[in-house]
C-alpha cells in the first residue's frame, strides 16, 4: 500500500497563476483534509472532506477550493496564487471520527 | 485562545537526558480525542499516540511515555534517555467537533522542536 500520497513534491508559481495540488489514498478512508504548514504556525486545516462529494472549509479556506469527485481523492485548488499561498500543503486521511491521520509526504508551493 | 498550547518553542538536550514535551488543551466537549505528531528534518509527520477523553490511563511505549490528566488539561510526552534520532519538531493535537459542521476536525500546537545533541 502507497498510504497517502501527493502530487507535484515541489512547484513554483508565479502571482496570479493557478495550480491543483492531488492528493490520493489506498486505505478506503472516508475522511481527507488539507492542511498548510507555515513557520511557527503549525499545521491549519484548509479544507476537508467527510465523503465522496462533499466537502467543508476549515479554519484558513479563503483563496482554496477542494473537490472529491472520487473516494480515492482530494484536490486542493489555488485559483488565483499569492504570494501568501507559500507553505507546505500536507493532505492526510483517517477511517472515521477520532482515528488517527494518516499523512501524505508534502508539497512545497513557492509563490513569487 | 489557542486550543492546544505547547508553550516550548525550542528545547535543547544532551544525549541521555530525559525530556518532557507540554501540551496544554481547550475543550467543552465531554468526548475528545488527543494525538501526538513527531516530524523529523525530512519532514513527514509521524502518528506517535491517541488517546480519548475517557481513558485517563498514561501510556508507555519503549522509552517514550505520556501523561493525561483531564484536572489540568494536560497531555505531556516524555521522552527518557533521549538519542539524536529523537530530534524533530512535535505536535500536540486535539480532535473534536466542529461547531459549524458536526464533524470532527484536528487542531495542532505550534509544535515544539526538540534538539538533542551528541
Known amino acids: 500500500n502507497a498510504g497517502v500520497t501527493q502530487t507535484p513534491k515541489f512547484r513554483v508559481l508565479k502571482t496570479g497563476q493557478s495550480m491543483t495540488l492531488l492528493c490520493a489514498q489506498d486505505m478506503n478512508h472516508e475522511y481527507m483534509y488539507w492542511y498548510r504548514q507555515d513557520p511557527g504556525m503549525g499545521l491549519r486545516l484548509i479544507h476537508y472532506s467527510v465523503g465522496e462529494g462533499t466537502t467543508a472549509k476549515g479554519e484558513v479556506p479563503d483563496g482554496y477550493n477542494v473537490s472529491r469527485l472520487k473516494k480515492q481523492n482530494f484536490l486542493l485548488g489555488l485559483e488565483s496564487a499569492a504570494p501568501s499561498q507559500t507553505s507546505v500543503y500536507f493532505c492526510a486521511s483517517s477511517y472515521r471520527v477520532g482515528k488517527e491521520q494518516f499523512f501524505g509526504p508534502g508539497t512545497r508551493l513557492t509563490v513569487l | 485562545a489557542q486550543k492546544v498550547t505547547q508553550a516550548q518553542t525550542e528545547i535543547s538536550v544532551v544525549e541521555k537526558e530525559d525530556v518532557t514535551l507540554d501540551c496544554v488543551y481547550e475543550?467543552?466537549?465531554?468526548?475528545?480525542?488527543l494525538f501526538w505528531y513527531k516530524q523529523p528534518p525530512s519532514g513527514e509527520l509521524v502518528f506517535l499516540i491517541r488517546?480519548?477523553?475517557?481513558?485517563?490511563q498514561n501510556e508507555i511505549s519503549g522509552r517514550y511515555s505520556w501523561n493525561f490528566q483531564k484536572s489540568t488539561s494536560s497531555f505531556n510526552f516524555t521522552i527518557t534517555a533521549s538519542q539524536v534520532v529523537d530530534s524533530a519538531v512535535y505536535f500536540c493535537a486535539l480532535s473534536e467537533a466542529d461547531k459549524a459542521s458536526g464533524y470532527s476536525t484536528l487542531t495542532f500546537g505550534k509544535g515544539t522542536m526538540l534538539l538533542v545533541s551528541p
Open positions: 475543550t467543552r466537549d465531554t468526548t475528545y480525542y
Open positions: 488517546r480519548n477523553s475517557f481513558d485517563e
